[in-house]
């Protein structure tokens, strides 16, 4: 089998094609969902389309300016399905521009609910009465009225049942039949049913006014504490949208150093504008308080934020000049003010928000089965119910003639009537109809539809709190399967600050009295005016050594790097070189024996060499040691525990390595060392593929078949194998292009939460497996019970209004399963 890697596959795509985002309402159940992604996609231009029931949103993707959103808006309007795009004000302008409106429009589909629920209880009420007065019980005789009960279920249909039967004509006229098309024919069937049986009273039919009634109410009740459900599950990203600050506090920028102590000052002139507005490199106040209105850097005055937006954590952060603070945050004691690094939708939070947002209209692929039935569900349901009645009027009514009797007086209702009596005779059609109006009811897609984006919505929401940023429902089932999880060494495994441990100048070939003379300080600064041309952990660990001796640097020209290998450049006219053995080879330059000793003794001791070239010349090495995090053994240790695999990738050499996989507990079968950057994506294509390979000096034991792997690194140089893996998971201090690439990133920096977004994620998936393993439970015993299987043999049969509060029950159900994943506990 041939693998590619994700980073190899081509990027014009993402260069011609652009995501809108949509509001759609109307939408009742996954065939809501399955129609309008039938409707955005069929539209020229359209890549794809992801809707999500839960948050009734679309993400379409689509070629650049092909289609203008307004278009698929009003098709989707036309549709039955009322949509608008999302709209954003200004430069970078924040999601909560459109939050006020979505929550009125929620408000008042509550209220209007409540209205409907209220009212088809009170018929419900009345109805039931009815029938209780007709067992003996003191209730007036006008309740008993079959005219009245005619007249309630008149009401009932007229009233709070019109938008269902209204949403479920469109729904046929569009050809997208959905749940509230199977409720409004079984509601107007048994009603007409009804109405002629009162009608024509010598046919002998009996009337059950009181089935629409009860329909309704149950079906009512449910989607209305269905819908408070739903928003419950909401309410935690909602908090998250409301984080984002307002108002932003603009002051002048300073004219002279000196005058910097007067930004935080009550006299200086301040102007509220707009968060949404401030630029890049404008100064800002911010008074105790106050939320930080953009991402900045403090340079005046000094507090205590609140990050808990940020990392979940609820211990105050001390913050002074120079260092970075985040929009959201909360400024708990000092006046202080920032200059704006990010604005708008480059914020950090509102990255987080944006990317939230995403993972929950990405679907896990479990749910590709529930969108598939869905989307031929209500043909299905239709086909049953039909079929149900065909059975029973020729063949069921016929072969066992006591049911005739048995169910025709469980529900006659013939002692309501003031008419002069008729002799009623169990009429096989009206029990054939009511059987089939039964597998109409009961039947309800309402549950596939939510049992994924709920559960997702929920769990997303939980790991943006704990500041875990998990991309979307495929992630989740992709985190169920790993088997294997690999992690970068520097800056991941370890604390990513090493600190020089020695350094050892070394003769040239021209003897002791050469004009080289090399000393230590020398040494330090000629390599220190080579590594100030790079960001690696290893250079930043030698300038800040000779920045802490007080070593003045010498300037640098023509900087050259190789990742993986060193660096090179021309100080003061001389060429110096710094990497390893590697990479003097490359140059032509010889290694002397009694240096390579040493630099292998160094590297036993788990420390990296690096080797420093003068003209030509070994002039000496530096060796670097990394020190491991915290809380390092301890993620590995709970991993395992877990049942997952942990190895270690590094381009360091297998001395070192293998002394950092000591501490850790990790056998040297679970290390893969010396491996460049460009080469660690292959790597992970090896163990995802099964291929053996001792390259790298080591024997890899392979991962079990079928078994997943995750990455987790930091660095840019990280990226390449962060795309690669199943799962790349990321630590925020890392890079920004090391953050894209991944599926999951932990914005506190700590290790442990490696082991707590696995877990999460494993729990998340493990609801939505529930769900939909009850919602077509639900229907595969729901709809044959309806359809009167056990009536033969038990005298078992669900009624229409039974039907009614079991479908109700069943999304219920689902979105309440849901809400329990707020009860995730934190690893120990």
């Not at 070394?506 to 390599?527: H, M, P």
Request: charged share 15%; hydrophobic share 45%.
């Amino acid at each position: 089998m041939q693998f590619v890697s994700k980073t190899n596959l081509p990027s014009e795509p993402a260069l011609t094609t652009e995501k809108i985002t949509l509001d759609v309402r109307g939408m009742k159940c996954a065939g809501c969902v399955k129609a309008v992604e039938r409707q955005l996609t069929q539209h020229p231009g359209v890549k794809s389309a992801c809707v999500n029931l839960a948050t009734e949103v679309a993400v379409v993707e689509l070629e650049t300016g092909a289609v203008p959103p307004e278009a698929l808006a009003e098709k989707l309007t036309s549709a039955g399905f009322p949509t608008q795009p999302r709209k954003l004000r200004g430069q970078g302008a924040s999601e909560t521009q459109g939050i006020p409106s979505l929550e009125e429009r929620q408000r008042q589909e509550i209220k209007s609910a409540r209205r409907q629920l209220a009212i088809a209880a009170i018929l419900l009420v009345l109805s039931i009465t009815g029938h209780i007065g007709s067992l003996g019980g003191p209730i007036p005789p006008v309740l008993q009225n079959i005219w009245f009960h005619c007249g309630l279920a008149t009401v009932a249909i007229l009233i709070p049942g019109r938008p269902i039967l209204v949403d479920g004509w469109l729904g046929v006229r569009h050809n997208a039949p959905n749940m509230n098309t199977l409720v409004g024919l079984g509601t107007l069937t048994a009603y007409i049913a009804s109405l002629v049986a009162l009608v024509f009273p010598q046919l002998g039919w009996e009337c059950f006014f009181d089935e629409p009634v009860m329909m309704l109410g149950f079906i009512l009740l449910g989607r209305t504490l269905e819908k408070r459900a739903r928003n419950r599950a909401a309410v935690a990203f909602k908090g998250l949208l409301a984080l984002q600050p307002q108002v932003a506090r603009l002051i002048a920028k300073p004219k002279t150093e000196e005058d910097t102590t007067l930004t935080v000052s009550a006299n200086r002139e301040v102007v509220e504008i707009p968060a949404e507005v401030v630029r890049v490199g404008e100064w800002l106040q911010v008074l105790p308080g106050d939320k930080i209105p953009v991402d900045g850097e403090i340079v005046d005055g000094q507090t205590t934020l609140d990050e808990s937006m940020l990392t979940g954590e609820a211990m105050p952060v001390i913050k002074q000049p120079g260092d970075f603070v985040v929009a959201g945050t909360i400024n708990l004691s000092g006046a202080i003010a920032i200059r704006a690094t990010r604005t708008g939708s480059d914020t950090t939070l509102a990255q987080i928000v944006a990317l939230v947002e995403t993972a929950q209209t990405r679907k896990a692929p479990v749910q590709k089965l529930a969108d598939t039935v869905a989307g031929y569900f209500t043909y299905g349901v239709l086909t049953a119910a039909l079929l149900t009645f065909v059975f029973w009027y020729f063949f069921g009514t016929h072969l066992w003639h006591d049911l005739s009797v048995s169910v025709g007086m469980n529900t006659a209702h013939h002692s309501l009537t003031p008419l002069p009596p008729h002799p009623l005779t169990p009429s096989p059609l009206l029990i054939s109809l009511k059987l089939a109006i039964a597998v109409m009811v009961v039947a309800c897609p309402c549950a596939l539809g939510l049992a994924t984006p709920t559960a997702i919505l929920v769990g997303t929401t939980i790991g943006a709190e704990r500041g875990l940023l998990i991309k979307g429902g495929d992630v989740l089932e992709k985190v169920h399967l790993l088997g294997t999880v690999v992690f970068d060494k520097t800056g991941t495994l370890t604390t990513g600050h090493p600190v020089i441990t020695d350094c050892i100048p070394v003769w040239g070939d021209k003897g002791e009295n050469s004009t080289l003379s090399l000393n230590r300080q020398f040494l330090l600064k000629i390599a220190a005016a080579v590594e100030s041309g790079t960001i690696h952990p290893l250079a930043k660990a030698i300038v800040q050594e000779s920045q802490k001796q007080g070593l003045p640097i010498p300037n640098a020209t023509d900087f050259r790097t190789e990742p993986g290998f060193g660096v090179s450049a021309l100080v003061e006219g001389s060429l110096v070189l710094l990497g390893n053995s590697d990479w003097l080879h490359w140059h032509g330059i010889e290694i002397g024996e009694t240096i390579a000793q040493q630099a292998q003794t160094l590297a036993a001791d788990g420390k990296t060499v690096v080797f420093i070239a003068f003209e030509g010349t070994v002039a000496g090495l530096i060796a670097v040691q990394d020190t491991i995090r915290p809380d390092a053994k301890a993620t590995v240790d709970k991993l395992r525990q877990m049942g997952l695999r942990v190895m270690m990738l590094s381009g360091d050499s297998l001395e070192a390595a293998k002394t950092v996989a000591n501490q850790l507990g990790l056998s040297s079968t679970d290390v893969v060392a010396g491996v460049p950057p460009t080469k660690k994506a292959s790597v992970i294509q090896e163990l995802q593929g099964g291929i053996e390979s001792s390259e790298w000096g080591v024997g890899i034991n392979l991962p079990k078949p079928k078994s997943l792997i995750a990455m987790v690194g930091d660095g840019i140089n990280d990226a390449p194998a962060l795309s690669q893996a199943d799962v790349g998971i990321t630590l925020h201090s890392g890079t920004d292009v090391a953050t894209e690439t991944s599926e999951i990133v932990l914005m506190r920096d700590r290790l442990t939460d490696v082991v707590e977004s696995i877990q999460l994620s494993r729990a998340t998936f493990s609801k939505i497996r529930q769900n939909l393993f009850w919602a077509f439970a639900y229907n595969t015993l729901g709809i044959p019970l309806a359809a009167g299987v056990l009536l033969p043999g038990f005298g078992f049969v669900l009624s229409p209004s039974g039907a009614a509060a079991l479908m109700a029950f069943s999304s219920v159900s689902v979105v309440t399963n849901s809400l329990l994943l707020r009860r995730f506990a934190r690893p120990d």
